[in-house]
């Protein structure tokens, strides 16, 4: 567990540019206990990189981050009122989705159904032959205040001329370079991930982003 919260009477909490990840369970768990005191201050919970938690193996494997049923928020799953609000994060993926444990919609990547949140998203610009940047945003602006952490980008991933390389995003940017050696002469596609191809499991190593390089973008 990343971070767990199970105190009576709180208020005022506030958990931001921490890089939670690698977990068993959820990289942030509101226990049963969890409540908030009279006229509490809301958890400002933002700037956060909560991502590849629920890696497992477990006997219940949930997501990034989640709301115990039988806490205060558990009338959320049915109504929208009684979810926790949380502010933007980045949790690992452009596209977060909400668990389902019927359908075996888990794992790293998803949000517990009783919890309201958004996502700190990312773009891929091109910056000079084999050299480019990824970027983070929240709300439209760029995510400066993000902690540091890692992400891997994979070129021609299957293909002779496989090659990963990992790099940090700091001050919500991180830049990468491939050798011009790497590249094929046409056909070429860059996946971000958050996550190794070669060091890990394929519980882990997942496409964030996929990115085919325009040929003008192959160097010489």
Known sequence: MGISLDANYSTGIVITQNTITDNVLEGMRFNAGYDLCENAVEPHVT???????????SMMILGELSANPEGIYGGGLLNPNEKLQLEPNWYGTNNLVTWDNDTGVVGYGTMCPRINTTNIEFNMTYNSFGNYSIKFYKNGLLASNL????????????????????FDVVDGIG????DSNNFNASNNKIEISIGSLINSTSRVFKVTYLYEVPESEIPI
Do not use: C, H, S, W
């Open 47 to 57: 700037d956060n990189a909560i991502y590849r938690n629920a890696r497992g193996p």
């Open 147 to 166: 902690p540091v952490f890692d992400m891997y980008a994979t070129l021609n991933r299957g293909t002779d001329k496989q090659v990963e390389v990992v």
């Open 175 to 178: 830049t990468f370079n491939f």
